[in-house]
């Protein structure tokens, strides 16, 4: 079966995504890129596919899947309420073909997209609309809280729990927590890029370098 799907944000990562995204697959699901959506659209075509407002979207692709597809956590939050509120649904999770990850052990909530080159290894919690950019691993027993962001090459150890909207800068690294104690990235924490994190961050924290420091 074949879903449509709307890919919210035109900028550099919802292009990114629209190039793949059509040749995805996961359980059999099948994505046919219907449109980008963007509010104020300074074109009508990107990339071969059309450019709508969202309302355009919600009246012309009202079965479609939605994925908000910027960076910012707690900007994707909003596109997705903005699009609830015409009756938009989140698309079921899209997975860059080549992903490795095996269903039996990994679980993905809606509006999730993990691109290529990516690994998620055993007994991970993917919460809905997190964002998994291009070659991260994702170790055992991680939990990613919805709107979890990883840029491209990051690398979550084993028993890591992000929590909701936090964001990790492109070749972040976290060390290990340990069985029932998950090193904890706080909610709405953003992590530099290139920093390797050895303890828990706060909640709203900036952390960056190695080891990981909140900036002063
Ligand atoms: C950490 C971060 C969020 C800080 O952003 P910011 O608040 O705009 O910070 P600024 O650019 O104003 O830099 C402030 C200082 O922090 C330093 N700094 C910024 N990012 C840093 C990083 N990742 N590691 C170490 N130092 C960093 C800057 O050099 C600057 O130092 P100075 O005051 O001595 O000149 C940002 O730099 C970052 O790493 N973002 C991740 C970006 C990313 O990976 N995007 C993925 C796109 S797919």
């Known amino acids: 079966m074949e879903q449509e799907l709307l890919i919210f944000g035109a900028g550099g990562f919802g292009r990114e995504v629209a190039s793949w995204v059509h040749r995805a697959a996961w359980q059999g699901h099948g994505f046919k890129l219907a449109a980008f959506v963007d509010d104020n659209p300074v074109t009508d075509e990107l990339n071969g596919f059309p450019v709508l ?15 908000a597809s910027v960076g910012q956590p707690r900007v994707r939050e909003r596109l997705i309420a903005k699009a609830a509120e015409l009756g938009l649904r989140p698309t079921a999770p899209l997975l860059h073909p080549n992903v490795e990850y095996d269903q039996q052990y990994v679980s993905f909530g809606d509006g999730v997209v993990v691109c290529a080159g990516s690994i998620l290894t055993v007994n991970i919690e993917i919460e809905s609309h997190v964002q998994i950019n291009l070659d991260c691993t994702v170790g055992h027993d991680a939990v990613l809280r919805a709107y979890a962001t990883l840029s491209p090459g990051v690398h979550i150890s084993g028993n890591v729990t992000l929590e909701q909207c936090s964001f990790l800068g492109t070749g972040a690294v976290t060390v290990q927590g340990l069985p029932g104690r998950p090193l904890l990235i706080g909610a709405d924490a953003v992590v530099g890029a290139g920093a390797v994190v050895t303890k828990d961050v706060a909640p709203s924290a900036t952390v960056v370098g190695i080891p990981a420091r909140a900036r002063a």
Not at 53 to 67: C, E, I, K
Request: glycine residues 6%; neutral net charge; aromatic residues 0%.
């Open 53 to 67: 407002t969202l309302a355009q979207a919600a009246q012309r692709h009202p079965d479609a899947g939605v994925l």
